[in-house]
């Protein structure tokens, strides 16, 4: 709501005309530069502080949804930004507010997520005497942040915003915060005197497509490979570079894998389409390619890769190119821009060096049906209690090509990480390297409101969904229905294995054990739709009849707490 003070004069030259003076808050300001940026929804739980920036939603036609825990405000602000590209944003109050928020900031900061967190703070004019709820939010939240500002006047409030977008996207993606104290947010400035940035007026472009001469030196290589392999990772997804991944291992004839958010680049079943034969080619072929994922501990650092293959990474991130281990040639730029670029260099040439691979691609399929086979009967099980590999595997069965993945949990999603493949681009979600338990509910509500016309499925362990489970009210208060299963073991069984491993059975069950909840019952209670199953066979109609529900909908699966994923029993998490 803006204001007009009565009788000001306006500056043009005709000194007499009576005007009148636009006034708007900082809460208004906030929220026009929140619209200019693209932000339709804010993600928050209410607090006295920000107040001011629900009026300024109500204003520029931003839905608020409110949730029962900041953190899920946050993991939510950071799922909306996966989905949609543009930065989801979450709005929380001073002090426990903000405190509550920061595991969301945090694996944002680890997933490379673009989004803005708004704290409240208490008012300039109490700095530093003891107000309600005040913390040091900006020296918190910097080493998890891009950008972490306080707003110091009203008139600054929208460029701030803008600011703080700008710098989400400066390099790899990630978030940024700004604190608003509670007088800057509810003061009210003349509309001329604050800079409100213009819609597409404060940011450039990140499409870089790198050291043109660096694009021809990976032509060379790859015309040259005869065993080259690509891993299509997560800024794949970020730089919306599907059709330029696709186009490259097509027409190049080069094996793919998928790792994050890259996941469903190409669809299961696609020739070049590999996941079971990683290690294999990552330590036979001559040239590999690593396209926006970093050399973390989910790569080994980079140890598991040939010695003798030429390594080329590519990545938004000069920080990450090159780190924990030696590469042959470095790119940084946008995915999409660089492997549509290669492509077209190679596709000019006489020999482009595609049908040289055709045993090479034959050698890796044989690998990865020979994997895939040793598996399937597990998958298959038909033992009671249920084996987790049955449960990933009906749960893969289950997926059509408009289904978002979602995985959060430890031991059972790392079963679901070896036999879920998502059917369609951007259909997969998990925490990140952070490896955040929790992230599930808050993803699912983002999807769910950001994709209605898809469907969510969620798959939790009984550990992670307790974490942020509440907000399944959520869900349910906002009419977002999603396919939901715990995989229940009553246990935090990753943990669980390596303390047996460690330290014996006897001394195995010390501070990982939870009780035999009734997820089902939960779910029910709060107005979502709940079924237990407990034979393997029933695991399919109960996740249909979930379907069908139309509600958000918990299937509790009881699975054998004592079988553990191969990724768990290796510990590969820690190597
Ligand atoms: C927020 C958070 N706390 C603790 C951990 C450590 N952790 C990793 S896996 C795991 C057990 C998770 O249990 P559950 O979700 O039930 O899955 P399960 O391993 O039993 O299949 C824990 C506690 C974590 N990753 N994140
Ligand atoms: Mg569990």
């Given at each position: ?65 409110d ?6 405000a ?36 680890r ?67 700004l604190?608003?104290p ?83 680049t ?5 020739p ?23 050399f ?13 293959a030429?390594?080329?990474?590519i ?17 940084v ?20 060096g595609t ?18 086979d ?6 298959l ?51 990140g ?52 299963i715990?995989g ?62 139309g ?25």
């Open positions: 709501m803006t204001q007009t003070i009565p009788g000001s004069t306006s500056r043009s030259d005709k000194p007499e005309a009576p005007t009148t003076q636009e006034l708007i808050s900082g809460g208004h300001l906030v929220a026009k530069a929140l619209k200019a940026e693209g932000v339709d929804t804010i993600f928050t739980l209410c607090g006295g502080h920000i107040i001011d920036i629900y009026d300024g939603c109500v204003d520029e036609g931003i839905q608020v949804i949730v029962r825990h900041e953190q899920v946050a993991h939510a602000a950071d799922g909306y930004s996966r989905i949609t590209g543009t930065p989801g944003c979450a709005v929380v109050t001073a002090g426990p507010g903000t405190s509550d928020a920061i595991t969301g900031v945090a694996n944002a900061f997933a490379e997520s673009p989004m803005l967190l708004i704290g409240g703070q208490g008012a300039l004019s109490q700095h530093k005497m003891g107000s309600l709820q005040d913390l040091p939010h900006v020296d918190m939240m910097a080493p998890i942040t891009k950008f972490a500002a306080t707003v110091p006047s009203t008139a600054r409030a929208a460029d701030l915003v803008s600011m703080a977008f700008r710098e989400c996207f400066n390099g790899a993606p990630g978030p940024s915060f604190e608003i509670r007088d800057v947010l509810d003061a009210k400035v003349p509309l001329e005197q604050a800079r409100l940035p213009r819609p597409g007026g404060y940011r450039a472009s990140t499409r870089s497509v790198g050291d043109p001469g660096s694009i021809e030196a990976l032509a060379d290589l790859l015309t040259h490979a005869q065993k080259p392999c690509v891993l299509l990772g997560n800024q794949v997804w970020t730089c919306r570079a599907t059709d330029a991944a696709v186009s490259f291992v097509h027409e190049l004839n080069v094996p793919a894998f998928m790792n994050g958010a890259g996941r469903g190409l669809p299961p079943g696609d070049l389409h590999f996941q079971l034969a990683r290690r294999h080619a990552f330590i036979e072929a001559d040239l590999i390619i690593i396209v926006g994922t970093p973390d501990f989910r790569m080994g650092y980079g140890r598991r890769l040939s010695p003798a030429k390594v080329v990474q990545d938004l991130n000069y920080g990450t190119v090159g780190k924990n281990r030696d590469i042959d040639l470095g790119i730029g946008d995915a999409g821009a660089v492997l549509a670029a290669v492509t077209q260099a190679i596709s000019g040439r006489l020999d482009t049908s040289a691979r055709k045993a090479w691609i034959a050698e890796l399929r044989a690998v990865e049906t020979a994997a895939y040793k598996r399937l009967p597990r998958q099980s038909d033992s009671s209690p249920i084996d987790p590999y049955r449960l990933v595997h009906e749960i893969n069965e289950f997926l059509t090509e408009d289904s978002i993945y979602i995985g959060d949990g430890g031991d059972i999603v790392t079963f679901s990480g070896q036999v879920v493949q998502p059917k369609s681009p951007g259909h997969w979600m998990d925490p390297p952070l490896g955040t338990l929790g992230v599930g509910i808050p993803f699912v509500l983002a999807a769910k409101h950001a994709r209605p016309d898809k469907e969510v499925v969620a798959l939790f362990g009984d550990g992670a969904f307790s974490l942020t489970g509440w907000d399944f009210e959520t869900l349910v208060r906002y009419n977002l229905p999603f396919v939901g715990v229940n073991n009553s246990s935090m069984n990753q943990i669980r294995y390596g303390q047996i491993q460690k330290y014996g059975e006897a001394r195995g069950r010390v501070g990982n054990t939870l009780g035999d909840v009734h997820y089902d019952q939960f779910a029910k209670m709060l107005g979502g739709y709940g079924e237990e199953v407990r034979n393997p066979a029933d695991i399919g109609p109960a996740l249909r009849r979930a379907r069908e529900s509600l958000p909908s918990l299937i509790n699966v009881w699975v054998d707490p004592d079988v553990y994923a191969p990724g768990t029993m290796n510990q590969t998490m820690y190597k």
